[in-house]
């Protein structure tokens, strides 16, 4: 064991990414172990791996840790991503929790029906523009930094960040009415640590494509 995480998942976005760009915005390597059929899964249930039967598994500080937001509200906490004090943490906990809304909508889509994918698209669409993405820009330009929660860079910046590249690859203008959110984009863009993980062969995973999707489906079936 190298010391650095080890992340246990399929070779794809899924509820792991999140995780990912985390670990990666805080400048923290990783390991990666990719799950390819349905016995690898089954083993690490039997091994008492998995707490809950359910992927991701990241092992980090001598702990297996599965449910995708305490492990996240660990790295948050461990790598000075989550807020000053309790309220800052109230306010990143509020963000993080509707940007996943917004991405779980982004994270079942590949999996939609052919004969539903236009209205599921539209749905995204709408959701983004309407809902989630107008409450980022109103705080951004309410408080004139650069960053959702006391001026510093926090996991709510990250999961932003991640959603915000999400959409538009489905929805190319989606940030056409969304000022602040460009700046926002842009800037994070720069960060040292995001910057490199947006570079090809960068841990990034590319969006789902057929055989992620039937991997998937086989997997968990």
């Keep these: 064991m190298s010391g650095k995480p ?5 070779n794809g976005r899924g509820r792991m990414e999140s995780i990912r760009w985390l670990l990666a915005a805080a400048g923290v390597e990783f390991e990666e172990v990719y799950l390819e059929t349905k016995e690898q899964y089954d083993k690490l249930i039997k091994d008492g791996f998995l707490l809950f039967q359910q992927v991701p598994l990241v092992e980090i500080d001598g702990m297996k840790m599965v449910q995708t937001r305490a492990i996240m509200s660990y790295i948050a906490g461990k790598y000075n991503l989550y ?42 669409k709408e959701r983004a523009t309407n809902r989630y993405f107008p409450v980022f820009e109103k705080v951004l330009k309410q408080h004139g930094q650069d960053f ?11 999961q932003l960040m991640e959603a915000i590249l999400a959409v538009e690859e489905k929805v190319p203008a989606v940030l ?23 570079q090809p062969g960068s841990p990034r995973k590319p969006p789902p494509d057929a055989r992620y999707v039937e991997t998937v489906l086989k997997m968990f079936k």
């Design 148 to 158: 959702l929660v006391g001026n510093k860079f926090s996991w709510a910046d990250v």
């Design 83 to 124: 807020g000053r004090d309790l309220k800052e943490r109230a306010l990143i906990d509020m963000y993080v929790e509707g940007i996943s809304d917004l991405m779980q909508m982004i994270l079942v889509f590949p999996f939609s029906p052919p004969d539903a994918k236009e209205k599921n698209l539209e749905s995204i």
């Design 6 to 10: 080890r992340l246990t998942y399929l």
């Design 176 to 198: 056409s009415g969304f000022p602040q959110l460009q700046v926002f984009k842009t800037k994070m863009s720069n960060m040292p640590t995001i910057k490199k993980f947006l």
